[in-house]
């Protein structure tokens, strides 16, 4: 290398800088991909340096790409303060072929609160070349050392969400709908957060009315479409950046035959977790009001739809009449009403905006008198391609205000409807992959003999975990008969592993899948939960590994030997004893200062090393008697970390 200034420290942990040399261009050129990385992860010890389980590291990929014209190897190491926090994937290449890149997992898993810092040196082992250093940045978060629900429903008029917590007002524990026609629906979202550091484990959501005990009065969760349960429970882990997950639900007013204009209707949405103070939902911010009013406007209209293609939908004439449509509007109230509008959403005027339907006989501007009706005569022109529209009438009773006398929504549908078909069709299930990314094939079909298809959206729902990658279909696009569109679902797998759930959602003009138009498909993963290894270190004497070879049952927080006891004079330790849900595949051994006079770290065979094996060996340099401390650390076959550094201390006597 060309820098020869390593300070005595960066010898001693770099060691030699011997490369071969290089013809000058033929020597391999590395360049890493992003040069610094940032990392956010919750510690794995607590305010009183107790254990924190369900913790996991933070995961980042490095890339690091040779630009040069010849291979190289490829050295990497660790450095600085932080060092210790970080920890390189099992399995690393050793080179890098020319014009090739190579990946590299790195994760970050700290022992507190607050940020360290290290460098990632890579070396080419090639003279003539710069070692390239990687800034490797990592926070250990200041979050509780448990996992910790927190809710924010959305605002009624849908601006933003509020807070829910244990010390706020119960206004912001409150789904509140806004007010809803008679056998209309409306949605709102709340947001189901984990401010704690463990991972957070939904196993419940649940609906009960309150209005109508035993049922769900008129609630219901729209996503995701299918709940978490306590066999499949929903994980959100701020490890991996899942402290956020978004739940829709939808209220759906019916009239309960009261005759009341403005019927209320009350539930109470329950959250059930690992949450250790409110696990079980009965308080807030894991139990919500949920209200609504339905509302029963003061007009009403007949039909609500028409469908200029069907021979037998007379669209409210006493006989079908070829492309027109007579709208009845019936004032059902007590007091005049004006008409204040009528238009198309499409286009917010007479017309639609594709110019298919337009309004030839209109109400708007129209006083209608209790009990009478007056007629909306909307025309279409005949083409193959089916579109639909919605028809808006507003009426106000004078002195109340605009749309105080309701608002109603009649549907129009013209052409010849497509037959909108999805591979897999309901649900794709990606198991439990053991890679982190996984990829699905998704198509959508149009049925022979059907109208032309038209996809105006394919979309996933918002979260980390499922995403769309090439192919990508380009919408808005249109799906002859018989024809077919193809893409790609991805599924990145989190370090914790858990369920996860979220929706794929197709618009088009199919109208079979009623309004809004879209098709709704589950995207489900069961992933085993990784949890984290944990490090257990026992000592042996060799006459000890003649009945238990594994050292099983040696020592585990500490033993003393005598020299006489122990020929030839040395000590065994092992992890055989570390646990993990899958596997445990690496150790660390590491003997700790102060080392008894005469000893140093030679003294310990691997030290300071991660190995396959579950043993090494302590051998007693002469005269070094004393007390020695061995810690051990352990990953599992995905890389992680254990959470915590076993310790064993082990005193020679002479």
């Not at 349960?229 to 009261?258: K, Q, V, W, Y």
């Not at 238009?343 to 309004?359: A, E, K, V």
């Not at 300071?608 to 401390?629: C, D, E, F, Q, S």
Request: aromatic share 4%.
């Amino acid at each position: 290398m060309k820098n020869l200034t390593f300070p005595l420290a960066a010898i001693i942990i770099f060691g030699c800088n011997c490369k071969p040399s290089g013809p000058q261009g033929t020597v391999p050129d590395f360049v890493p991909r992003p040069t610094a990385l940032s990392f956010s992860a919750c510690p794995t010890k607590d305010e009183n340096n107790m254990n924190v389980q369900g913790v996991f590291p933070d995961l980042k990929k490095l890339v690091i790409s040779n630009q040069g014209k010849v291979s190289g190897e490829l050295g990497l190491s660790l450095s600085g303060a932080g060092a210790a926090a970080f920890t390189l994937g099992s399995s690393l290449p050793t080179s890098i072929d020319l014009l090739s890149e190579v990946e590299i997992p790195i994760s970050f898993s700290p022992t507190g609160k607050g940020d360290v810092r290290a460098d990632l040196t890579i070396d080419d082992k090639t003279d003539g070349t710069e070692n390239r250093v990687v800034t490797l940045i990592g926070t250990g978060v200041n979050l509780p050392s448990q996992p910790f629900l927190e809710t924010a429903p959305q605002k009624k008029d849908l601006s933003g969400f509020v807070t829910c917590t244990a010390e706020t007002p119960l206004s912001d524990c409150t789904l509140d709908f806004p007010d809803t026609l008679m056998d209309q629906s409306a949605t709102l979202q709340l947001k189901i957060r984990n401010r704690g550091c463990p991972a957070l484990k939904i196993t419940a959501i649940e609906i009960d009315g309150s209005t109508t005990p035993g049922t769900n009065d008129g609630f219901t969760i729209d996503s995701p479409s299918s709940v978490p349960s306590t066999s499949s429970p929903l994980t959100l882990s701020t490890a991996d950046g899942t402290d956020e997950t978004t739940i829709t639900l939808r209220f759906t007013a019916t009239d309960d035959g009261t005759g009341s204009s403005s019927q209320s209707h009350y539930a109470v949405l329950t959250i059930k977790s690992n949450d250790p103070l409110i696990g079980d939902g009965a308080a807030n911010p894991a139990r919500l009001t949920i209200q609504a009013n339905a509302i029963k406007p003061s007009i009403y209209v007949s039909p609500t739809s028409c469908n200029y293609t069907n021979p037998q939908d007379t669209c409210g004439n006493v006989a079908r009449i070829q492309n027109k449509a007579n709208f009845r509007v019936t004032n059902d109230g007590s007091t005049p009403i004006l008409i204040s509008g009528v238009r198309f959403r499409s286009s917010g005027g007479s017309t639609s905006s594709d110019s298919r339907f337009s309004i030839t006989q209109n109400v708007q501007g129209q006083t209608i008198q209790p009990t009478n009706s007056a007629s909306i005569e909307v025309t279409e022109v005949d083409q193959p391609l089916l579109v639909s529209d919605q028809l808006e009438i507003i009426a106000d009773i004078p002195g109340m205000g605009a749309a105080s006398g309701g608002t109603v929504v009649v549907s129009v549908i013209s052409g010849i409807k497509p037959c909108l078909t999805t591979d897999p069709m309901d649900e794709i299930d990606f198991g439990d992959p053991q890679e982190e990314l996984t990829a699905r094939t998704f198509r959508i079909r149009n049925g022979v003999g059907c109208g032309t298809l038209v996809v105006s959206s394919v979309e996933v729902s918002t979260q980390p975990f499922f995403s769309l990658i090439d192919p990508i279909i380009p919408v808005p696009a249109t799906v002859p008969e018989g024809g077919s569109l193809e893409t790609t679902v991805q599924y990145r797998r989190p370090t914790s592993g858990g369920m996860q759930l979220a929706d794929l959602k197709v618009v088009s003009n199919d109208t079979d899948y009623g309004a809004p138009q879209y098709k709704l498909l589950l995207l489900r993963s069961n992933a085993a939960l990784d949890q984290i290894p944990s490090a257990q270190i026992t000592a042996c004497q060799p006459a000890q590994l003649v009945n238990d070879p594994n050292c099983s049952l040696g020592a585990q927080t500490a033993a003393a030997f005598n020299l006489s006891m122990i020929t030839p004079d040395e000590i065994t330790l092992s992890g055989a004893l570390s646990t993990d849900n899958n596997m445990v595949t690496e150790y660390r051994f590491t003997l700790l200062n102060p080392v008894p006079g005469g000893a140093t770290t030679a003294a310990l065979a691997n030290h300071g090393m991660r190995i396959a094996t579950n043993k090494t060996k302590l051998t007693v340099p002469p005269g070094a008697t004393g007390t020695y401390r061995v810690g051990l650390e352990v990953w599992d076959d995905r890389g992680q970390k254990s959470a915590n550094t076993d310790v064993i201390t082990v005193n020679i006597y002479p």
